[in-house]
């Protein structure tokens, strides 16, 4: 709030503000300024033309015609062509600049308009008797006042008024014959009282001020909190509110033209990685140099918003076809693929997009993001860091998924579940050692579902738990009647391992099972550990202090593998068929295996190789020194029954001094068709 002093009245406009902002404030404030007194000003010059002419007629018989007529014709005549241009210009529209510059007129005007009516009650003050002249300085002090009461919003112009009223008045003190002591008083009241008028001036015009200033902070901070609410405070870009509203908008004002856009989420892929290796002032940098990079390529073609996390939104306004928009897109994702230079680290991410283009796929915001993030999600689990189109497939694996989520809350999960067995073998001695237990469910309204599609459904609807413990009881079950040298390895999703109250749960039902849990195997997901690394690790060591065993599954395959290594109490590894796919004739895949289990061994951690499903596979496998495996070529997943039949044939097979050959000759021959592996 700016400070005042006496000498602030004699400024003639604001003093020079240093920034944009208070510019436009002091141009907020003359605007105000300005519209209060050009509401007054008709009435200023009404009052002016009414008191004038009363006086006038009053001096008709006493004084000249040229002073009585002539001169209060000219005056009216200055005050009706200023009443002209008030009502030419009232509806003008008003900018600073011109608000100055007719505010720089009105204090140049205020000199000579007040001067020339003053001296014409001056002329008239020798003319006529007592009693004329006491309405001369009547005429003089109303007339005065209530200009200086219009004029109080220009403090300039009532300034000028003000004195030049006073200085009349001295004149007519001066002027005043001997033996009229009672105009004289009157005059010296009036001075008094149009001095006090200035003062009360002063104090109202900086209580004026002080209210303008107090409504443009709270302008400003109005302006404050709308972009705290709009804009992401990191990023700068629109925020997840805003980019609704603008999505909404969009869609209506497209709708009746039926004009097509694209909305774009795009979710970048490794920057939790990066978070955790470099901490969280690194990866705020990285959102921001990613924000910086999308907004150049977008430029007029798209807008930007940030949604969160590591995810933003992209609505494309160009009109481009399907093939340009998948163009667009896949530049986009080549241009987050170059690598940043942050905090002396050279880091590297990409990204994966899902696109969804209205109305061709939607008829409405809700269901084009729906379809956006779905293609997203369908993108990154098929084919990470690429861009995915929403299409009439996709629409039918939201109504399929749609089916299967409902069937899932409507399910029986007891019944309707079981529990299938996949033997991991010890190559040295070619023995079942451990069985994975697999999922399987017969749903009755839907018949037979793949794991493959039910679980991701599960683990979406926040169902997951709930099957989890009613496959972990059926697997306790199971595992309890195998021989005590048999260990049971059971798959645990990232929404089990994340929450503590599943975790407990898990940890009695072992208790309450009888089967000792060192004989437990738990395997996690290597995507699984990227949830919340810090909750997997206590999970992990609880489950570990009672003796279960913890498998880092399908490793290789993510972001972290290593640091998951040294965080998590870890008692195996299980390296990804995608590694084991062709490894007699990939010598690549032969490297990157070796240095595994070179890995494994020099952690004192058990290696299993997952996927084996040929014997020449097995063959090189065995060359390099692999312990323990798994896969279609040993047997296929098997229901408990059948697990039984295995271990009896093994059992009999030994006690014979059989060497295993081939599956037919030391499993047995499965005869089930599946149509899902795993």
Same mark, same amino acid.
């Not at 200009?147 to 109080?152: A, K, Q, Y």
């Not at 909305?263 to 921001?288: A, E, M, Q, R, S």
């Given at each position: 709030?700016?400070?005042?002093?006496?000498?602030?009245?004699?400024?003639?406009?604001?003093?020079?503000?240093?920034?944009?902002?208070?510019?436009?404030?002091?141009? +907020?404030?003359?605007?105000?300024?300005?519209?209060?007194?050009?509401?007054?000003?008709?009435?200023?010059?009404?009052?002016?033309?009414?008191?004038?002419?009363?006086? /006038?007629?009053?001096?008709?018989?006493?004084?000249?015609?040229?002073? &009585?007529?002539?001169?209060?014709?000219?005056?009216?005549? *200055?005050?009706?062509?200023?009443?002209?241009?008030?009502?030419?210009?009232?509806?003008?529209?008003? &900018?600073?600049?011109?608000?100055?510059?007719?505010?720089?007129?009105?204090?140049?005007?205020?000199?000579?308009?007040?001067?020339?009516?003053?001296?014409?009650?001056?002329?008239?003050?020798?003319?006529?008797?007592?009693?004329?002249?006491?309405?001369?300085?009547?005429?003089?002090?109303?007339?005065?006042?209530?200009?200086?009461?219009? #004029?109080?919003? $220009?403090?300039?112009?009532?300034?000028?008024?003000?004195?030049?009223?006073?200085?009349?008045? *001295?004149?007519?003190?001066?002027?005043?014959?001997?033996?009229?002591?009672?105009?004289?008083? $009157?005059?010296?009241?009036?001075?008094?009282?149009?001095?006090?008028?200035?003062?009360?001036?002063? +104090?109202?015009?900086?209580?004026?001020?002080?209210?303008?200033?107090?409504?443009?902070?709270?302008?400003?901070?109005?302006?404050? @909190?709308?972009? #705290?609410?709009?804009? %992401?405070?990191?990023?700068?870009?629109?925020?997840?509110?805003? +980019?609704?509203?603008?999505?909404?908008?969009?869609?209506?004002?497209?709708? /009746?033209?039926?004009? =097509?856009?694209?909305?774009?989420?795009?979710?970048?892929?490794?920057?939790?990685?990066?978070?955790?290796?470099?901490?969280?002032?690194?990866?705020?940098?990285?959102?921001?140099?990613?924000?910086? =990079?999308?907004?150049?390529?977008?430029?007029?073609?798209?807008?930007?918003?940030?949604?969160?996390?590591?995810?933003?939104?992209?609505?494309?306004?160009?009109?481009?076809?399907?093939?340009?928009?998948?163009?667009?897109?896949?530049?986009?994702? !080549?241009?987050?693929?170059?690598?940043?230079? $942050?905090? @002396?680290?050279?880091?590297?991410?990409?990204?994966?997009?899902?696109?969804?283009?209205?109305?061709?796929?939607?008829? @409405?915001?809700?269901?084009?993001?729906?379809?956006?993030?779905?293609?997203?999600?369908?993108?990154?689990?098929?084919?990470?860091?690429?861009?995915?189109?929403?299409?009439?497939?996709?629409?039918?694996?939201?109504? =399929?998924?749609?089916?299967?989520?409902?069937?899932?809350?409507?399910?029986?999960?007891?019944?309707?579940?079981?529990?299938?067995?996949?033997?991991?073998?010890?190559?040295?001695?070619?023995?079942?050692?451990?069985?994975?237990?697999?999922?399987?469910?017969?749903?009755?309204?839907?018949?037979?579902?793949?794991?493959?599609?039910?679980?991701?459904?599960?683990?979406?609807?926040?169902?997951?738990? %709930? $099957?989890?413990?009613?496959?972990?009881? !059926?697997?306790?079950?199971?595992?309890?009647?195998?021989?005590?040298?048999?260990?049971?390895?059971?798959?645990?999703?990232?929404?089990?391992?994340?929450?503590?109250?599943?975790?407990? =749960?898990?940890?009695?039902?072992?208790?309450?099972?009888?089967?000792?849990?060192?004989?437990?195997?738990?395997?996690?997901?290597?995507?699984?550990?990227?949830?919340?690394?810090?909750?997997?690790?206590?999970?992990?060591?609880?489950?570990?202090?009672?003796?279960?065993?913890?498998?880092?599954?399908?490793?290789? &395959?993510?972001?972290?593998? +290593?640091?998951?290594?040294?965080?998590?109490?870890?008692?195996?590894? !299980?390296?990804?068929?995608?590694?084991?796919?062709?490894?007699?004739?990939?010598?690549?895949?032969?490297?990157?295996?070796?240095?595994?289990?070179?890995?494994?061994?020099?952690?004192?951690?058990?290696?299993?190789?997952?996927?084996?499903?040929?014997?020449?596979?097995?063959?090189?496998?065995?060359?390099?020194?692999?312990?323990?495996?798994?896969?279609?070529?040993? /047997?296929?997943?098997?229901?408990?029954?059948?697990?039984?039949?295995?271990?009896? !044939?093994?059992? %009999?097979?030994?006690?014979?001094?059989? &060497?295993?050959?081939?599956?037919?000759?030391?499993?047995?021959?499965?005869?089930?068709?599946?149509?899902?592996?795993?």
């Amino acid at each position: 709030m700016p400070r005042y002093s006496p000498f602030m009245l004699f400024r003639t406009q604001p003093k020079a503000l240093p920034t944009a902002a208070e510019n436009e404030e002091s141009g +907020f404030q003359l605007m105000v300024q300005y519209q209060a007194f050009n509401k007054q000003l008709p009435l200023m010059y009404c009052i002016l033309l009414c008191n004038t002419w009363i006086l /006038s007629c009053n001096h008709l018989e006493s004084a000249p015609h040229w002073l &009585t007529l002539y001169i209060p014709l000219l005056l009216s005549l *200055v005050c009706l062509s200023r009443l002209g241009f008030w009502f030419k210009t009232r509806h003008q529209a008003l &900018t600073p600049a011109l608000v100055q510059r007719r505010m720089r007129q009105t204090n140049l005007l205020a000199a000579p308009v007040t001067l020339a009516f003053a001296g014409w009650a001056i002329m008239l003050f020798n003319y006529g008797d007592t009693s004329t002249r006491y309405h001369i300085a009547g005429y003089l002090a109303l007339t005065m006042l209530c200009s200086l009461l219009c #004029l109080m919003h $220009i403090r300039v112009a009532a300034i000028i008024v003000t004195v030049i009223a006073n200085l009349s008045f *001295v004149i007519l003190i001066f002027t005043s014959e001997q033996g009229q002591s009672s105009v004289l008083l $009157i005059t010296i009241n009036i001075v008094i009282v149009l001095s006090g008028m200035m003062l009360m001036l002063y +104090f109202y015009y900086r209580d004026f001020v002080q209210l303008i200033q107090s409504h443009i902070q709270a302008e400003t901070l109005s302006r404050e @909190n709308f972009a #705290l609410a709009n804009l %992401d405070s990191l990023t700068q870009l629109p925020n997840r509110r805003k +980019f609704f509203h603008d999505l909404e908008r969009h869609c209506a004002d497209n709708s /009746s033209q039926q004009q =097509r856009f694209a909305l774009g989420i795009l979710d970048l892929d490794g920057f939790k990685p990066v978070n955790d290796l470099y901490g969280h002032g690194t990866g705020d940098k990285l959102l921001y140099a990613v924000s910086r =990079r999308l907004e150049n390529i977008c430029a007029e073609q798209a807008s930007v918003a940030r949604m969160g996390g590591d995810e933003f939104a992209i609505i494309i306004t160009a009109n481009m076809d399907e093939a340009a928009l998948m163009d667009f897109c896949t530049q986009i994702g !080549k241009t987050l693929r170059n690598p940043y230079a $942050i905090n @002396n680290h050279m880091v590297h991410i990409s990204a994966s997009i899902g696109l969804a283009i209205y109305p061709d796929m939607a008829q @409405n915001a809700h269901d084009l993001y729906e379809f956006a993030d779905y293609a997203l999600y369908h993108g990154k689990r098929n084919t990470r860091c690429d861009v995915t189109l929403f299409s009439s497939d996709h629409r039918k694996l939201i109504v =399929r998924d749609a089916n299967i989520e409902q069937a899932l809350r409507r399910a029986v999960l007891e019944q309707e579940l079981s529990v299938f067995f996949q033997p991991i073998i010890a190559l040295s001695s070619e023995r079942t050692v451990a069985f994975e237990a697999l999922a399987r469910w017969h749903s009755s309204e839907l018949g037979i579902v793949s794991p493959a599609v039910f679980i991701p459904i599960a683990e979406q609807a926040g169902l997951i738990s %709930d $099957i989890t413990l009613a496959l972990l009881a !059926k697997a306790l079950q199971v595992a309890r009647s195998w021989p005590e040298d048999i260990r049971l390895a059971f798959n645990l999703s990232a929404h089990d391992i994340s929450t503590r109250r599943v975790v407990e =749960r898990i940890m009695l039902m072992l208790q309450q099972s009888g089967v000792d849990p060192q004989r437990v195997e738990f395997e996690i997901t290597e995507t699984a550990g990227l949830q919340d690394l810090a909750q997997i690790k206590w999970c992990s060591e609880q489950l570990r202090q009672m003796g279960c065993g913890i498998t880092l599954d399908d490793f290789g &395959t993510g972001f972290s593998s +290593f640091r998951q290594l040294h965080e998590l109490p870890l008692t195996k590894i !299980k390296i990804d068929r995608c590694f084991i796919r062709d490894i007699h004739s990939n010598p690549l895949s032969r490297k990157i295996v070796q240095s595994l289990m070179t890995l494994s061994c020099d952690m004192q951690i058990q290696c299993v190789l997952e996927g084996v499903e040929n014997a020449d596979e097995l063959q090189c496998i065995q060359s390099m020194g692999a312990e323990l495996a798994q896969g279609y070529y040993f /047997s296929q997943p098997v229901p408990e029954v059948m697990s039984h039949s295995l271990l009896a !044939k093994q059992a %009999d097979a030994s006690s014979s001094e059989n &060497t295993i050959q081939t599956p037919e000759n030391h499993l047995g021959t499965v005869d089930i068709t599946f149509k899902q592996r795993g």
